[in-house]
């Protein structure tokens, strides 16, 4: 009979003595699946007949090229390498070994010719974008 009260004891004490624990459950991720509604986009901007405005490149050293026509453009740089029509844009694709020089012409207003109004550069070995002043540098006829 001593013995149950020994134990009951060893027993109550076993409880109390540290025991591994579990890790906490992670916490709780959040909900990825919330749904925002889609915004509209404010309408472009339009012309009095309708047509989109195009969007007109700014900057230092893009006078002579910005607003010109093609006739000027081929002045400046020579027979461009492409000569993409669609619709009402026009672009202009003129390339050297420093860099590839892509112009977009677009007409300012109905039935006027397309004049430039967007100019990318790129390295023609892997078309990573280049600094766009030192291009037209590079493939102007009129250093």
Do not use: N
Not at 34 to 56: E, F, H, K
Not at 98 to 112: K, M, Q
Not at 123 to 140: E, F, K, N, P, T
Request: one cysteine or more.
């Amino acid at each position: 009979m001593r013995l149950i009260p020994l134990l009951l004891t060893a027993g109550l004490l076993s409880a109390c003595a540290t025991t591994p624990q579990m890790a906490p459950p992670p916490p709780a991720r959040p909900d990825t699946t919330t749904q925002v509604p889609p915004t509209r986009p404010a309408p472009p901007p339009t012309a009095v007949a309708g047509l989109p405005v195009p969007q007109i490149m700014e900057g230092p050293g893009l006078g002579g090229i910005i607003r010109e026509e093609a006739g000027t453009l081929q002045r400046r740089f020579g027979q461009p390498r492409l000569d993409v029509v669609e619709g009402d844009m026009r672009k202009l694709q003129f390339a050297g070994e420093a860099c590839v020089l892509d112009i977009f012409l677009y007409p300012l207003a109905p039935g006027t010719a397309p004049v430039a109004t967007w100019i990318e550069a790129r390295r023609a070995s892997d078309g990573a974008a280049v600094d766009r002043l030192a291009c037209i540098q590079a493939l102007s006829r009129s250093r």
